[in-house]
């Protein structure tokens, strides 16, 4: 009777320890998906249609976004570029000080930028 109880037992400590992995896994699942819920509405607040911004402006904000792209040190995916009138406003995180003051750095030395609003967070 002992071996039949102790096989019992140890198929009772696997399926505890099989319960444990899901709800870890669940967990993970869960915060992924708000993330990408938080993340991805993140811009719809201020949304504008890129017909409503003039032409000078996005291709003022696609130049500075390319020059950051180049940037190796930089992971340009996570900052936001946004101009007005020679405005320019950066979004976004970055892993580093130095890499907020490269990404503001390269924004200023491309061509008909006035000001840089350099609002990314170093995380």
């Not at 409503?52 to 500075?64: F, N, R, S, W, Y």
């Not at 924004?107 to 006035?114: G, H, W």
Request: proline letters at 2%.
């Amino acid at each position: 009777m002992k071996p039949a109880s102790k096989f019992c037992s140890s198929i009772t400590i696997e399926m505890t320890n099989l319960n444990k992995q899901k709800k870890r896994y669940i967990y993970l699942i869960f915060y992924l998906f708000i993330s990408i819920v938080v993340n991805g509405c993140a811009g719809l607040h201020n949304a504008k249609t890129v017909e409503e911004i003039p032409q000078e402006d996005v291709v003022l904000a696609m130049k500075i976004k390319a020059k950051l792209i180049e940037a190796k040190e930089l992971n340009a995916a996570a900052i936001n570029v946004e101009a007005s009138n020679g405005l320019v406003k950066l979004r976004g995180f970055v892993e580093t000080q130095s890499q907020r003051k490269l990404a503001h750095s390269i924004t200023q030395k491309i061509p008909n930028v006035k000001k840089v609003d350099n609002q990314i967070k170093v995380q």
